[in-house]
């Protein structure tokens, strides 16, 4: 019962923090289910409520797409979680989260410096960035940072970074789900209490953090993002 209460709160928290930031259920609840399970069939299972808790935010964000970006990332992201989840089976993590953390904490520092409102990102580097962010997404369900990096550079409002980012990972849900069904299908069925507990904490906490997404004023908002992206990056570097 105590790891029950403690990943139902976790699902809370990353339900909100991925509403205001665009991503984080997966940088959030996998390591905690980890605990119990392991972190592949972790990965594989966090994806449920990932892909619900993100099917929500988009729905209740839906006009804020901005949809030139999303062609741009989206069937990028699409392909690369594809890949991931296939490689996923066999791949292990420890040097990829080294690489991650490194570039995400580059990526912290160059937002909370100002560096990054400098820069313009284009066509090409869209593309790479969502086939990376998908990889990530599908082989060790941490996808967002990488989009979030990328997509500050294009200086979008808060309202569209955070639409955008979700509809984008909706795609990577869409590819790398029944991947993961076909080759764990049975383990993620003996752990579905656990897999509830995590849907429904995430429904509830992307509920909350959807209305206080329209009270952070958007310099604030780049700030969050980039501190997410800092402490997700130590985590990462210190995990590898």
Do not use: C
């Not at 399970?37 to 804020?64: F, M, S």
């Amino acid at each position: 019962m105590p790891f029950e209460a403690l990943l139902g709160a976790a699902a809370l928290v990353a339900g909100a923090i991925a509403a205001v930031a665009g991503f984080g259920i997966g940088s959030v609840l996998t390591p905690v289910l980890a605990l119990q399970t392991g972190t592949k069939l972790a990965v594989a299972a966090i994806a449920i409520p990932h892909a619900i808790g993100t099917a929500q935010r988009y729905w209740l964000l839906r006009r804020h797409v901005e949809r030139r970006m999303l062609v741009g990332f989206g069937v990028a992201s699409a392909l690369g979680g594809l890949t991931g989840a296939l490689a996923h089976a066999w791949l292990t993590s420890r040097i990829l989260a080294l690489i991650f953390g490194a570039l995400l904490i580059l990526a912290a520092t160059a937002e909370l410096t100002g560096w990054m409102r400098k820069v313009r990102w284009g066509r090409h580097a869209a593309w790479a960035a969502g086939a990376l962010s998908g990889v990530l997404g599908g082989l060790v369900g941490n996808q967002g940072g990488i989009r979030a990096a990328a997509m500050l550079g294009f200086g979008v409002p808060k309202e569209s970074f955070v639409a955008t980012a979700t509809a984008i990972a909706l795609f990577v849900d869409a590819a790398r789900l029944p991947v993961y069904f076909a080759t764990q299908w049975q383990e993620m069925a003996r752990i579905w209490p656990l897999i509830a507990i995590a849907t429904a904490g995430v429904v509830v906490g992307t509920a909350f953090g959807t209305r206080l997404l329209g009270w952070l004023p958007e310099r604030i908002f780049r700030r969050v993002v980039a501190a997410l992206l800092g402490a997700l990056g130590v985590y990462m570097l210190a995990r590898g």
